[in-house]
């Protein structure tokens, strides 16, 4: 079993991630900018506190890194008086943040100077994959590093893939958020459709469930396109970001992304109307005011 792990990062997402690795029998340290959210989780499931990304560094063997995007990664692997500065050689920082593959590679370059292995190893699944342990991790970096994480990925997730070399696993997650969200507007219109239609979405689900369209958005999220409960699993202003990754590396790599594109602009007009921390199935609200039939609360 892996030594003394640390934990950087306890919101949505990384709370349960952390709590599983927990109940696996792993130490944890945990560390959040917001001190109250370590401090309320170490309370439930054990482990200790850090004051800061150093004293994780300096204390555990494997640091996960789960944070909003590439500027706190960057800032917490790497910046003044980050995992870096601190950590021993031999360390293995895990980011299972959804970041830039550029980003990536580049702290790979920085760990292999210091002698601390690197892997970018984003996921999917949501909150439910991971309060469940049933998570899709896509990693980037080297095979013995992978194996060193291993065990750790076997409690968060049930899919678990090497994928390459670094950003290799950041830019399959920049493939999984465009299919995601595509998959969400397609769901959001066929919906609305139904809707004006005056044929029950409900229903709509249930037979689409069944046959070719069957797809694992219908199944997540079907309650909050229904029920129009958007409480945040994946938020809109992450799933923006993340299509802007997506778009980056489009343009680095000379591939077009034009639906991926048009998405985009729908997700910064629910930025932009103050949906951005509504759940991102949220974007049939749009669609759904298009067509004059959405009227959403306090609004």
Request: proline share 5%; glycine share 14%.
């Amino acid at each position: 079993m892996p030594g003394k792990v640390g934990f950087v990062g306890v919101g949505i997402m990384g709370a349960p991630m952390a709590s599983n690795l927990a109940a696996a029998g792993h130490d944890l340290v945990l560390y959040n900018r917001t001190r109250e959210k370590a401090e309320a989780l170490a309370g439930e499931i054990g482990g200790t506190v850090a004051g800061n990304p150093r004293e994780i560094a300096q204390g555990c063997e494997t640091v996960i890194t789960m944070l909003p995007g590439p500027p706190e990664v960057e800032e917490v692997v790497a910046g003044e008086g980050g995992l870096m500065e601190t950590a021993k050689r031999g360390t293995l920082i895990v980011d299972m943040s959804t970041s830039s593959p550029v980003l990536a590679r580049a702290l790979a370059r920085k760990g292999r100077e210091r002698s601390v292995g690197v892997l970018d190893a984003p996921v999917s699944g949501g909150d439910v994959g991971a309060i469940e342990g049933t998570l899709s991790i896509m990693a980037g970096g080297s095979e013995e590093d992978f194996e060193r994480a291993r065990p750790l990925f076997d409690v968060m997730g049930k899919t678990v893939v090497h994928v390459g070399g670094p950003g290799a696993g950041q830019t399959a997650k920049a493939s999984n958020q465009i299919v995601v969200a595509l998959v969400i507007e397609a769901v959001s219109e066929a919906l609305v459709l139904s809707s004006k239609a005056g044929v029950e979405p409900a229903k709509v689900v249930e037979v689409l469930s069944g046959g070719l369209a069957a797809n694992k958005v219908m199944e997540v999220k079907r309650d909050k396109l229904l029920n129009r409960e958007f409480e945040p699993g994946g938020k809109v202003e992450s799933h923006h970001k993340d299509l802007g990754i997506a778009l980056e590396s489009g343009r680095e790599y000379g591939v077009a992304l034009p639906v991926t594109a048009l998405v985009n602009e729908m997700f910064g007009a629910l930025v932009a109307k103050g949906r951005s921390g509504w759940d991102h199935s949220a974007l049939i609200t749009l669609v759904e005011e298009w067509c004059g039939r959405f009227a959403p609360r306090g609004e």
